[in-house]
């Protein structure tokens, strides 16, 4: 497998925020590679130092065998780019707005037109390409902001949460691209705060929270990371004390007056530590169990919960 | 540049698909050009009365009939020993004693014309040509007379005009006991029309006040095409804002090519407004553009340019599009007013007229009035040219360096 990029100890602060404290990893040909972290975790800051937008306090990236710091120019013409926030002209229509931004890159005629023309059906709005994308609806807006990053046909693709605030439809189609795009052997990196559309759609994730990746690999490495256990979490009235003493030797991930969150091997586990609880005469409220899966890995690794 | 060409032609269709700014480019323009046109006297090409004042220490009848004649060139004649209290006589024609006896007396004759220091340059040349041509009117009327009186046998005069600001030197030749037959042939000589015009050379085809739509076509145009560029810094702050500009920022495009782009946009739009408001001057309302349009045409320009980079400079700088077209409006109705785009520079005083200087707005009205008013050449406004490409260099370079591709 050709490494297509590679980043080394990548630091970036603004003041007195450390957005990105020392990232590294590597993305290699045809590979989706997930950035999951919750609000203000730096994965923005990764994406504008990716592109050639922000420049690292620090740290190095190699796309493609370019330096980013010599060859910046060269690579953003192989790279193509989807911003975050809906960043188009309103008042122009989805074509004429796709026919700028490929133009950007040197695309122009019939090459151009063609272009544009299979950018559109790849996201199905051919039929309001002729709109102002101004009347487009949310999801739609989501996905001419996905083609005009498109047009130029990219090796590499950074997506900052495209699928942000859409209906499950508009999500589903999207995600379908981005498969597609990567089947073709394009390289992309999609950040995200969903679980399921990193579970779904990444061949590889890196779990990242205040500036720093805490875990990375298959989705099948990271639930290894937490020993294929099942998490139990469980809320009552009780104190940390009482829940200590009664559940002894049980492994816990967390404890505090209220709130108990305890590691089992398996769910059927579950009955037993509930009535060891409910002898001791405890107020049990509620109970969840997870799975092993991202999210108790998120969990983990991170310490919190990544809400939706 | 294939970048800077995308984004100056994107900017330039993004500006006119707006109705907007259809109505403030191409409409508003032609409203302020039609009521200041009307307003400020109406027809072009009409001189104002400007005030002369006269300063008389002979008491000779040649004298009189030098002020009657000064009195024909349109000028309002104030005498200075009935000057109202409190003011200040802005130029002074000074004739000195004994003016008529020494005229016919053959001796040297010094008239002064004074300038106060506040008067306007343009309006002071004017009033010496003025000066000249009555004096060349009345010489031309001795020497008629003289030439009849030659041929009953008497002398003849020599005459000799110089410099523009400065004297008049008249020679004549004894011709004793001939003030009475003068005196009379002068006054007939008077109710005709000249036979001789002297034209100064910087007067030019008429050195006068433009007012009129001669003067409402460039204060208007001016403005119009300051305000369009100012406008547009709030579009690049809100490109800022909205993610658009970032966008651009990612793809190969530079910084440099970004300003470039949105500076060549801007133009593109000046352009097209300055062509358009040219045409409507000279086929609506039909004012000169003077002998070198195509100078013309480059001084707006270059204006544009200056401007344009003047707006990028604000709308770097600034990071709320409302701020910025707050501004932009204050800026450009206090440049079109000191510049002198709402009233002649010639009606203000003189440090509110070194104020314009200060302006590029005030070099651009000079330059066009050079050009239109004044029939100069290109080579005439080449200074103007060149002090506008200097503000705009300066703005470029500031907004460029401030430049973020966000807010
Ligand atoms: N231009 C900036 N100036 C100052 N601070 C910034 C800037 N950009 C980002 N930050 C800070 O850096 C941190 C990381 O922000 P970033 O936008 O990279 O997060 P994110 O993971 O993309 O979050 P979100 O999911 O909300 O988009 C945040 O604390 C943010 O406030
Ligand atoms: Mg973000």
């Known amino acids: 497998m050709t490494e297509m990029i590679t980043v080394k100890e990548l630091n970036k602060s603004f003041g007195e925020v450390r957005a990105v404290r020392g990232i590294s990893f590597s993305v290699a040909q045809g590979e989706i590679f997930g950035f999951l972290g919750p609000n203000g975790a730096g994965k923005t800051t990764t994406i504008s130092m990716l592109s050639g937008l922000l420049r690292p306090d620090s740290g190095s990236i190699t796309i493609d065998g370019m330096d980013m710091a010599s060859r910046g120019r060269d690579i953003r013409r192989i790279m193509g780019v989807i911003p975050q926030e809906i960043a188009l002209y309103d008042e122009l229509s989805g074509r004429d707005n796709l026919l700028f931004w490929g133009g950007l890159y040197g695309l122009a005629g019939g090459d151009l037109r063609d272009q544009v023309d299979r950018a559109l059906e790849l996201v199905e709005l051919t039929d309001r390409a002729k709109d102002a994308v101004r009347t487009y609806s949310g999801g739609m807006k989501r996905r001419i902001n996905l083609c005009a990053g498109l047009v130029h046909s990219p090796k590499i693709i950074l997506l900052d949460e495209p699928t942000l605030g859409i209906d499950p439809q508009a999500r589903i189609r999207i995600l379908e691209v981005v498969k597609g795009l990567a089947s073709e052997g394009r390289t992309v990196i999609y950040t995200t705060h969903y679980l399921e559309e990193a579970e779904q759609l990444c061949d590889r994730i890196a779990i990242i929270d205040e500036g720093t990746v805490h875990a990375s690999g298959t989705l099948a490495e990271l639930v290894e990371l937490v020993g294929g256990k099942v998490m139990v979490s469980v809320t009552g009235d009780f104190s940390a004390d009482e829940a200590k003493q009664v559940l002894g030797e049980a492994e816990f991930d967390h404890i505090s007056d209220g709130e108990l969150r305890v590691k089992l091997l398996d769910r059927d586990q579950t009955g037993r530590l509930l009535g060891g609880l409910f002898s001791a005469g405890l107020h049990v409220d509620g109970v969840a169990i997870r799975e092993p899966s991202l999210e108790s890995v998120f969990l983990q690794v991170t310490g919190r919960e990544l809400r939706d | 540049m294939h970048a800077i060409w995308r984004i100056a032609s994107c900017d330039f269709r993004l500006t006119m698909r707006e109705k907007s700014a259809v109505l403030w480019i191409f409409l508003m323009p032609l409203a302020f050009m039609t009521f200041f046109g009307l307003s400020f006297g109406g027809s072009s090409g009409q001189t104002p009365k400007a005030t002369l004042t006269v300063e008389n220490n002979d008491d000779g009848y040649l004298s009189g009939d030098l002020i009657s004649l000064l009195a024909g060139e349109n000028y309002y004649i104030q005498m200075s020993d009935t000057l109202p209290e409190g003011r200040d006589p802005v130029r002074t024609l000074i004739i000195p004693e004994r003016f008529t006896d020494d005229v016919l007396g053959r001796e040297k004759v010094e ?253 651009t009205i000079n330059g066009i009035h050079r050009l239109i008013s004044f029939g100069m050449g290109t080579s005439a406004v080449l200074p103007h040219i060149a002090v506008l490409f200097l503000f705009g260099l300066v703005f470029l370079v500031l907004g460029a360096r401030r430049l973020k591709w966000d807010v």
Do not use: H
């Open chain 2, 111 to 363: 008239l002064a014309l004074v300038r106060d220091r506040g008067s306007n340059r343009n309006a002071g040349e004017a009033a010496s040509a003025a000066v000249i041509r009555s004096i060349a009117r009345l010489i031309s009327g001795l020497i008629e007379i003289e030439n009849g009186l030659v041929n009953e046998g008497s002398g003849s005069i020599a005459v000799r005009g110089d410099s523009l600001y400065g004297s008049l030197l008249l020679v004549t030749r004894e011709q004793p006991g001939m003030a009475a037959v003068l005196e009379e042939r002068i006054d007939t000589m008077l109710v005709r029309p000249a036979n001789i015009t002297v034209v100064s050379e910087r007067a030019g085809k008429g050195v006068e006040i433009p007012r009129g739509f001669q003067s409402s076509v460039p204060g208007s145009l001016v403005m119009f095409v300051l305000m369009t560029m100012l406008f547009s810094g709030s579009v690049l702050t809100a490109e800022r804002k909205d993610g658009v500009l970032r966008r651009i920022g990612m793809s190969p495009a530079g910084k440099g090519d970004v300003v470039a782009g949105k500076l060549i946009g801007r133009i593109f739009v000046a352009a097209a407004q300055i062509i358009f408001l040219l045409a409507v001057g000279k086929f609506l309302f039909r004012i000169s553009l003077g002998s070198s349009p195509g100078g013309l045409f480059f001084l707006m320009l270059t204006f544009a340019f200056a401007m344009g980079s003047l707006s990028i400079l604000f709308g770097a700088f600034l990071s709320d599009p409302d701020q910025v077209t707050t501004i932009g409006v204050i800026t450009s109705l206090a440049m079109s007013a000191l510049g002198g785009c709402w009233w002649p520079l010639e009606v203000v005083s003189a440090p509110m007229r070194m104020v314009a200087y200060c302006l590029p707005t005030g070099w």
